[in-house]
């Protein structure tokens, strides 16, 4: 049954009841497996990217706050009358 071969016309010539509740419970455990591994798939997925993002974001910022603090160093050492390249 997990391959996808279901012998229902065996299964029901056994016993009709049983097999048709083993079928209902196969197919309502098997959905909601695989339902559970693809919730899986996209969390991890998104966590991944949003660890990403997160990384890229903290980049970024650090980047942005060189180019000021030389920005700032360079405007102060005009008003010191000193040149922005020593």
């Known amino acids: 049954m997990f391959l ?3 012998y229902y016309g065996r299964m029901y ?4 009841t049983v097999s048709a509740l083993i079928l ?8 909601f497996m695989v339902l559970n591994m693809y ?9 991944k990217l949003q660890a ?7 980049s970024m910022a650090r980047i ?3 180019k000021a603090k030389r920005k700032i160093n ?3 050492n005009l008003l010191r009358c000193r040149s922005p390249f020593n």
């Open 52 to 58: 990403r993002q997160l990384f890229l974001g903290e």
């Open 74 to 76: 360079n405007c102060i």
């Open 24 to 31: 209902v419970l196969f197919v309502l455990i098997m959905n």
């Open 4 to 6: 996808g071969d279901i």
């Open 39 to 47: 919730t899986a798939i996209v969390i991890r997925t998104y966590n």
């Open 64 to 66: 942005q706050a060189k």
């Open 13 to 16: 010539e056994a016993d009709p």
